[in-house]
């Protein structure tokens, strides 16, 4: 069973248009994104040794980048496709091994 194939949005930044038409404007959006997303991912290293959902905190502070800036979208949308794969992957060795585990009973049954 093929991974989930979904439309992906385009690349790019997703600043309202009234931010994207003056340059000064949107320079000053996208520091803004780059800080917030930079104190998000920051608090999420410091979550990883300590007790707390460290990792997702540092999806969502690469989330906030992925609004402006195209590294971020790129980043996240490889993420996103190797969780499908992986989450693809343990569900293909959960049926195999609960395959395994039927024919095992069966195969001692007709003993």
């Known amino acids: 069973m093929p991974c989930d194939i ?3 949005k385009p690349l790019g930044s997703r600043a ?3 931010v994207r038409a003056s340059r000064p404007l ?3 959006w996208r520091v803004g994104i780059f800080i917030v997303g930079l104190a998000i991912v920051t608090g999420g290293v410091i979550m990883l040794p300590l007790p707390g959902p460290g990792w997702l ?3 969502g502070g690469m989330a906030v980048w992925a609004t402006e800036f195209v590294w971020a979208q790129h980043v996240l949308r490889w ?3 190797k969780y499908r794969e992986g989450t ?3 569900k293909e060795r959960r049926a195999a091994r609960k395959e395994r585990k ?3 009973r069966a195969g001692q049954r007709s003993r």
């Open 79 to 81: 993420t996103k496709r």
């Open 88 to 90: 693809q992957w343990m």
């Open 57 to 59: 905190v540092i999806f």
């Open 6 to 8: 979904r439309e992906e």
């Open 102 to 104: 039927i024919a095992q």
């Open 16 to 18: 309202p248009k009234f």
């Open 26 to 28: 949107h320079m000053s």
